[in-house]
């Protein structure tokens, strides 16, 4: 039997996504074995950080430590554009390609019935009436390419079918460097129907 | 780009066995989203009491929260065998068999030229001095069907050459529940050589 305190420390660990007793276990030796009292203070006091200053942007949902996040407070970014994805992490992936510069909406997951997860769920009505209410003249749809994400970006298209803004989805298709080979029907049947002319 | 304080938390978790960005990214938004203030103030207590509490056995060098740890503080334990292991976490695979019931030792590693552990780096002098100094019958080596841990092994072995002790190593040999198919040569080898009479 392990001490309690080492006990009580890996059951904090299951807690998180994808962790189960071996990786809780092997996480908490690893801080017993290889952690410093200061590592150890370290985390605990970023553990502390988190849990005092982070909080939604009370415009678009994302994560920030002041009242607006740094997109929505950044007055260079095209206002004019919205772009709508599931979990504050998509935002930096779409940071990542470095090719968007208007404005983001957080939802804060997909619609899922099966979850128990429907439209009054997710962080909608603020996006509907940011629409309402500011110069915005695109939406962007680039929620996951799921059934929960395809089913959440028809909603949002259907709620908006009267307001006077263009609705687009990103784009379904072969991932970049694959070949037919590695690819599923799905996603070669969506490549086809949004094959683009050449020429 | 994240909140500085959510930076600083990904970064805490990096420092974990196997964690990559994407996990580490994962675990602080799992916290952020889904803990309450009082998970991550428990997490934090947990962290803090692994911190002040944790310390190793001084006789066998598992860990325990006092000055012996459990087995070596029962007295109902065989006291003539040791079995060699080299994680704590060993020590809980050989429980779990609930077979064995005599005393550990953890040598923390094994020798590992490449990165840099000797026998001088593993807990072996205590080892050689409980030996020498009590009435130990029996050492029983469990370290890693590994390089190393065989290497461990034999070096346990002579050192001990002149004692009046005996050393036994645990078994190689095919798992219990696989085929012939699913073993590797060396395995299979090793399971040959190992073989026992059946009559």
Redesign the interface.
Known sequence: ??????D??I??FL????VGKK?A?????????N?S?D??????E?????????KRCRVCGF???DDLC?YCSDSERDQTTILVVE???DV?SI?RCRKYHGLYHVL?GSISPLNGIGPEELNLQTLFKRIKESKIKEVIIATSATVGGEATALYINKILENEEVTVSRIAYGMPVGSSLEYNDETTIMKALEGRKNMR
Not at 1 to 6: F, I, N, R
Not at 39 to 44: P, S, T, Y
């Open positions: 039997m392990y001490p309690k305190s080492l009580r420390l059951e904090s807690r998180l996504p994808g990786t276990e092997r996480y908490a030796y690893y801080i017993v074995n952690f009292k590592d150890i203070e370290k985390l605990m970023n553990l502390s950080g988190v849990k005092d200053k982070i994560l920030t430590e740094e979990e504050p992490k930096e940071e804060n």
